[in-house]
């Protein structure tokens, strides 16, 4: 049976210890995570005055990597697939214009700000956008600093995309899976074998080896931190540890950029892998109807 444990946990970071699942489901799950679960993000900008010192393209790619609260907007707006005809650019490179059959797919977003006489830093929060439920993760992140009379002002469209077309809308910063360490260790008789293991245990980077002189073994503090670089199999006496895999029992680890809620990307990744799942079957149940005449 599917055991999970919640290994470490705050905010934005997750590890969790699984069991029963084969490593190819999880590492499905861990590119499904970084690839194809939607946010949301500034897609397309149209200037209307810059006379600050740096390049539209510049601000530009700043303004998109803005991470913005996805929770609602992923569930409420169109996905990349239903908009892509909505996506295009006229020849100068502005947006498409929008007619009904793009409704749902973009929120607007805008930036007015100057500064008369003084500098003016010009922040993340200073992002007025038309749907309150999405905003940027932390306000305080600097997308300019104007000096005296500088303008900034612009319109912006943002969409759910996923980090497969940009990072950007990648929901994660990592994402990855961990082997997890079966350590065996033996007891040791030998007195220049005992001394030997007293100080080879130092070799560990993790530091979870320690030697127990009444056990008259090296003993494993938390076997989850083991990176399996076999330094102490290396350094320390013959038979007197070894490490190997676990077979049956994984890590899964990821850290979220604040756009999803940890518990969010969990449920949207394995939607998407059931969907896909379930996608497969249908096709291999029309073609097996087909060959089958
Ligand atoms: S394999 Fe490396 S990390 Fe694991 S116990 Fe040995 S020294 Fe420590």
Redesign the pocket.
């Known amino acids: 049976m599917i055991d999970v444990d919640v290994l470490e946990r705050d905010k934005n970071y997750i590890e969790l210890v699984v069991r029963n699942v084969p490593l190819p489901i999880l590492n499905a799950i861990r590119r499904i995570i970084q690839l194809e679960v939607p946010t949301v993000a500034v897609d397309s900008i149209i200037f209307y005055e810059n006379n600050t010192p740096l390049y539209e393209e510049i601000i530009a790619h700043r303004i998109g990597l803005i991470p913005l609260k996805s929770d609602v907007a992923v569930r409420k707006y169109r996905s990349p697939e239903e908009c892509r005809k909505c996506f295009s650019s006229d020849e100068e490179g502005y947006p498409a214009v929008i007619g009904t059959e793009c409704e749902g797919c973009f929120v607007g977003a805008r930036l007015k700000v100057y500064s008369d006489d003084g500098v003016v830093t010009v922040y993340s929060k200073d992002l007025i956008i038309d749907d309150p439920e999405i905003k940027p993760v932390y306000d305080n992140i600097p997308i300019i600093i104007l000096g005296p009379g500088h303008r900034l002002t612009f319109d912006a469209r943002i969409r759910i995309g996923r980090g497969i077309e940009h990072s950007k809308w990648s929901p994660v910063s990592v994402a990855g899976t961990k082997y997890v360490?079966v350590?065996k260790t033996s007891r040791i008789r030998d007195r220049e074998a005992i001394e030997k293991a007293k100080k080879c245990v130092n070799?560990?980077?993790?530091d979870?080896?320690s030697f127990d002189e009444k056990e008259s073994r090296i003993v494993?503090s938390n076997?989850y931190?083991?990176?399996?670089?076999?330094?102490?199999?290396k350094e320390c006496p013959p038979g007197s540890?070894s490490?190997e895999h676990d077979d049956n029992e994984y890590i899964l680890f990821f850290e979220s950029t604040g756009q999803l809620s940890l518990r969010s990307i969990l449920d949207l990744a394995t939607e998407l892998l059931i969907n896909k799942l379930d996608e497969l079957i249908k096709q291999v149940e029309k073609e097996v109807e087909v060959s089958s005449g």
Do not use: D, E, G, S
């Open positions: 360490a350590i070799v560990c980077p993790v979870i080896l494993v076997r931190k083991c990176t399996l670089c076999m330094q102490c199999v540890i490490i």
